[in-house]
């Protein structure tokens, strides 16, 4: 059905991008934002660790606005006012009226991993705004029998997987949910495969470069794989799920699985749900935000249940207000929203708010690198270069190094170790975070300094040590594979 969508709808996602663009310019570059900018200046059809629309997005946004934090913030932010519509559209889609338009919209937009993501230049976001319009589609085709849309789902998923390919999970287990139940008469017609090839032919940029690079992508999902489930991270799982969806919004996604449980043209995508939640905690359960895809469609069933109980105003007022307060709550966990001294002195955010932490501190740690740099003999600094344990200090040292007159880095760490050392030179190495690997490979290696970021805030760069190494073993290129690491 074309139900009109709600015009406050509107005006939720409105607030959601104002709040993002208000706070974009707050601290500083994240370590994936300081990627993507390296990505960028490096165009190809994929990397080791995505797609490469982000990156291209990222690039777009500094080519038009500059280097700056709110210059790669903008698109994000516009994203997920995107998600905010595609769920107020989806509750419409499920016969919402005003309310449950309104009420879907407002916990999408309230949601910590909505509100998170797109304040960042991640892949995070636009997975979101792609599974949301997948979901939107998919219900316009198969239960209000208009099987051409088959063609939008096929487009919106192409283009998805150019972002991220978690959207295969969706696919797969929107399979079988509609092969598992009535639904699967809508797999008769020949439109969802026809859709399938329209997102097989969007993909297929970034799969001959997978399989022309070696199917690096393979090897990051087994690393990810290992490195993301361990016993704790199946011990946090289901806290995670609420967490993400913030605890006071949570009644209405267990009222959107209700609401779905009673309407049998549903199940399929109950089923759907299902699969990919149980896919994840078995997996790769210390990515529980991978679930998050399913949430658009779970606040607008939610919607639809509350308005459809006639609760009284009263109570509405209730469930509109319980993600809005929950939001103000954990705002500051999300969002920029403190003072940089504030958030300082409440270390206890430093780790509960990892992503923030992540956003403080790059242009001194680059400073602190140059220090050292500088502080070599002038024939030692005409034969070094830098190399870094991540891509977040390569990044940082990509976007920030050149006012320092510092050499390009190098890394092991996923795509930097794709790009390779090229004419690098390597009779001296300043090697930050990454001492361990590289001392096999050189005479001598002496400590240099420690990274404090600015007020000691403990992120994951706080405290790293820079070492100079002298007396390589051997040239770049002789060793250069034994340097590689995914994650």
Not at 23 to 30: D, L, M, N, T, W
Not at 252 to 259: A, E, L
Request: proline share 6%; aromatic share 10%; hydrophobic share 45%.
């Amino acid at each position: 059905m074309d139900r009109a969508l709600y015009t406050g709808v509107w005006w939720v996602a409105g607030a959601l991008v104002a709040l993002e663009l208000g706070v974009s310019a707050r601290y500083g570059f994240h370590r994936d934002e300081l990627y993507f900018i390296a990505s960028g200046r490096h165009p190809a059809f994929g990397y080791v660790d995505q797609p490469p629309l982000a990156p291209l997005l990222t690039r777009l946004g500094t080519t038009l606005l500059g280097t700056t934090p709110t210059a790669v913030r903008v698109v994000p932010a516009l994203a997920g006012g995107v998600v905010v519509v595609g769920t107020g559209l989806t509750a419409g889609e499920l016969g919402g009226k005003r309310f449950a338009q309104l009420l879907s919209a407002v916990a999408m937009a309230c949601t910590p991993i909505l509100l998170g993501s797109a304040h960042l230049a991640g892949t995070t976001v636009y997975d979101l705004a792609a599974w949301t319009f997948a979901i939107l589609f998919v219900l316009r085709s198969v239960v209000h029998g208009r099987p051409r849309y088959w063609l939008a789902v096929g487009f919106v998923a192409g283009i998805g997987l150019e972002n991220k390919d978690l959207i295969l999970l969706f696919g797969i287990a929107l399979g079988i949910g509609l092969l598992a139940t009535s639904a699967r008469s809508a797999l008769a017609t020949r439109w969802p495969w026809i859709g399938g090839g329209v997102a097989l032919v969007l993909w297929s940029p970034n799969l001959v470069w997978q399989l022309t690079n070696n199917l690096p992508g393979l090897a990051m999902a087994r690393s990810l794989r290992i490195e993301h489930s361990g016993s704790g991270d199946y011990a946090s799982f289901v806290p995670a799920q609420v967490i993400l969806v913030g605890l006071l919004a949570f009644p209405i996604v267990v009222v959107g699985i209700r609401h779905l449980m009673q309407r049998r043209e549903l199940h399929f995508a109950l089923v759907t749900i299902g699969l990919v939640v149980a896919y994840v905690f078995v997996v790769i359960p210390g990515r529980p935000y991978y679930t998050a895809g399913t949430l658009p469609l779970l606040f607008a069933a939610g919607g639809c249940w509350v308005e459809h109980h006639r609760s009284a105003r009263t109570r509405r007022r209730l469930w509109l207000a319980a993600p809005i307060v929950g939001a103000v709550l954990t705002v500051a966990f999300v969002l920029p929203v403190l003072p940089m001294s504030s958030f300082a002195r409440m270390t206890f955010l430093h780790k509960t708010s990892y992503d923030l932490g992540e956003t403080v501190g790059w242009p001194r740690l680059t400073a602190q690198v140059a220090t050292v740099y500088d502080g070599l003999p002038v024939r030692e600094r005409e034969e070094t270069s830098i190399f870094t344990a991540n891509y977040g200090e390569a990044g940082a040292l990509d976007v920030y190094g050149r006012s320092y007159g510092l050499p390009e880095p190098l890394s092991g760490h996923n795509t930097y170790w794709l790009w390779g050392p090229g004419d690098a030179l390597d009779q001296v190495v300043i090697a930050v975070g990454s001492v361990d690997q590289l001392r096999p490979h050189f005479a001598d290696c002496r400590y240099s300094g420690t990274i404090r970021g600015p007020d000691n805030v403990d992120n994951d760069e706080n405290g790293t040590g820079i070492w100079t190494c002298t007396g390589p073993r051997g040239s770049w290129s002789s060793f250069w594979s034994d340097l590689r690491h995914y994650g």
